[in-house]
């Protein structure tokens, strides 16, 4: 079970380093990350640029949080258990509170636009509510296998296999929108509000 534990956390780390890198590589696009939360119902406009900068810490710090329950897990310290609970809670927060965003804008029909790690801007759908359901299933999943499972030392090799399984695994989720596009090419659409960046 550890090496499900790793594979997990490991396709968690590929997820949000790739989503923080896409709201910190300059301020423009951390301001197009905030404009991309103000066509979401229930959220005042006040509130949009500390949530945004919120979201943002808040994926940096599961990048670190991640990688580090990836090291404590290999090396199977007593650590593991309770630093991997504390990440996996704080990532089950933020993609609970993400995933209902997202829910709401497709609800609302607010013509909300999303990269989400593709290479053209996608109208949110459902396609983006059922990968962060996926990433939610893989956080609850984790938590459970690393709940259940007494640390200890993983061979190189195995740890190596379980991350490389993970990364491959994250990969398919971001480029889902590219990945759908390809098999299953959508009519153009009218320009609506960009919403980039957004797991």
Aim: aromatic fraction near 6%; glycine fraction near 8%.
């Amino acid at each position: 079970m550890s090496y499900v534990s790793l594979g997990l956390l490991a396709a968690l780390w590929w997820v949000f380093t790739n989503s923080s890198w896409s709201k910190i590589r300059s301020p423009a696009d951390q301001r197009a990350f905030a404009d991309s939360l103000r066509p979401l119902p229930l959220l005042p406009a006040r509130l949009v640029s500390p949530v945004a900068l919120l979201v943002t810490t808040t994926e940096l710090g599961l990048v670190l949080g991640t990688g580090w329950s990836m090291v404590v897990l290999t090396a199977g310290w007593p650590a593991a258990r309770p630093v991997g609970a504390l990440v996996l809670a704080v990532t089950f927060l933020l993609l609970t509170g993400l995933t209902t965003g997202v829910i709401l804008a497709v609800h609302h029909e607010t013509g909300a636009r999303c990269a989400c790690f593709g290479a053209t801007p996608q109208p949110l759908g459902w396609r983006h509510v059922t990968r962060n359901t996926i990433l939610l299933a893989m956080t609850i999943a984790a938590g459970v296998t690393v709940a259940v499972t007494r640390p200890h030392p993983l061979p190189l090799a195995g740890a190596l296999i379980s991350v490389a399984a993970g990364w491959t695994s994250a990969l398919i989720l971001v480029r889902l929108d590219d990945l759908v596009d390809l098999f299953l090419p959508t009519p153009a659409t009218r320009p609506g509000p960009s919403t980039r960046h957004r797991p």
